[in-house]
């Protein structure tokens, strides 16, 4: 299963990218706007963190998954606590 997320903190990204490859997924963290829309793809799994990121990324993330059969996540929270507990939900669907 492929994730992307869109924001977050940067010092957190090492640590998110450890969760997803602990439930066995390939992820992809943007904390910052650059390269964001063409390096997005067609993830399974996009996870928004709202509370730390910016309305344009949001609308650009949103755009690049539009079309795709990507699900779409929205966390206020950005802690390492709040993608477990997505993962354990999204994660675990997943054939």
Request: one cysteine or more; hydrophobic letters at 35%.
């Amino acid at each position: 299963m492929s994730v992307v997320i869109v924001g977050g903190n940067d010092r957190m990204t090492r640590q998110y990218k450890n969760i997803c490859e602990a439930y066995r997924c390939r992820a992809k963290v943007f904390t910052q706007m650059q390269g964001l829309k063409e390096k997005i793809g067609s993830p399974d799994l996009l996870v928004l963190f709202t509370g730390t990121v910016s309305h344009k990324m949001i609308k650009t993330a949103l755009g690049e998954a539009d079309g795709h059969r990507t699900k779409i996540v929205r966390s206020h929270s950005s802690s390492a606590s709040a993608l477990r507990r997505i993962l354990d939900l999204h994660a675990a669907q997943d054939p």
